[in-house]
């Protein structure tokens, strides 16, 4: 299907469309009822005009059994069914996808929120015109630090330019425009210069996350945060926080980013309006994924067959989600699948040791997160650091496949870590595949 066609096939607007959820929407039946997501995150289609060396699910072609285009109509209609507030359209890239109107208009038409995440190398007018036409409230642009950083992580030449063009489409076209970046290695000195040339753009919010260590940042894990960076990079944070409130842009960090630091409570209140601070990982519990195929996961950046509950070809969306145990694993967990510094930190039974999707790749089970501001500080007041170290690579080319880190805890002062070398490790640990609930054990990084 073109985009001509698609456009075409938008039904004429009578009346406008109606109020929507938001993600704030919350429905619970009774105390029996599994919670209901409020937020949907499907990557609509896997082909994109890019290849980032950081992309999670390794995006570049159309899986061979993505969703037609009546299946994606009828999968929002199961969406509103189980109570979702937002959806949010992902890729690979979206829009490649002519029929992406079809769906954002059916979203709209159920009442929920419709928002869509890109990387706007090839978002034209044309484009850009016909998704507002079709009912997109809020698009997110990826601009990942300065030009010369951008354009290398997302492996295009000019990419940063298209990005800040797509931006001037979509506000041309009447649509709301935030930006995500992502901080790495390369990108974590450049945010200050870079905020003012986005809100000069016309931006109304920005979300902030560390790149995750899985699917192509395996193979780039020079770009991957050490965790000792966390002490510089939240020092950043403060003076971005301010030069934002300044300019009017609201900071949005990802769940990636934290925790408990001194900056939790300025970084986090618009978001958590009721505690103003991070309050553990929601996949499963107030968010569901969607791959382009029709697989149920728990979280949009974990692949594997621990986060994957079954086929909405197969399953209904209702049953996958209340029945699944991948699920319903992080509904269901307890501070006794926590492991290592997590397990005994002050903030365990609120953390849950902070974002799953940054803490399986890296140590193959989650319950053990060194990327955390409050960690960092804690170590540096011991005198020491953590860093990490990749041990075996990805294991195969598919979405979200990761490799095994371990994380090494040393001296900060250089003498006296040449001198003592490492005071701990934590080795990686089986995965959940194998040892579904607890702390599971370390194993032999050599081993295949």
Known sequence: MRLHEARKRLPVLATPLPRTKGRGYHLVEDDTEAPRPALAVWEFTLACDQRCLH?????????????????AL????????????????????????????LVIRRVRERGMTCSLTTGGYGLTQTRAEALVEAGVQSVNVSIDGMQQTHD?????????????????????????????????RRS??????????????????????????????????????QPYHFLELFETLDRVLEECEQRGIVLWPGNNLGYFGPFEHRLRRRQKRASGHFTGCHAGHRTIAIESNGVI?????????ENTGGSWRELDLKTLWAQSKELRYFRERTLDDLWGYCRDCYYAETCMSGCTAASEPLLGRPGNNPFCHHRALEMDRQGLRERIELVRGADSDQPFSAGLFRVIREPVDPERRRTLGAVSVDEPRVSRREVWRGPGHAITPDLP
């Open 297 to 305: 996961k728990n979280c949009p950046s974990l692949g594997g067959a």
């Open 74 to 101: 009828r999968l929002v209609d199961d969406l509103a069914d189980l109570g979702v507030g937002e959806v949010v359209l992902i890729g690979g890239e979206a829009y490649l996808r002519a029929d992406v109107l």
């Open 55 to 71: 992309c999670g699910p390794r995006a570049a072609h159309a899986r061979p059994d993505e969703l037609t285009t009546e299946e």
């Open 188 to 225: 974590r000195d450049e945010l200050l210069a870079l905020l003012p040339l986005l809100a000069d753009a016309g931006i109304w919010a920005w979300q902030l996350q560390i790149t995750c260590p899985h699917g192509n940042a395996v193979e780039h894990d020079d770009l991957v945060l």
């Open 152 to 184: 290398f992580v997302r492996n295009r030449p000019h990419s940063w330019e298209r990005a800040f063009a797509a931006i001037a489409h979509l506000r041309a076209a009447g649509a709301k425009v935030a930006v995500n970046t992502q901080i790495n």
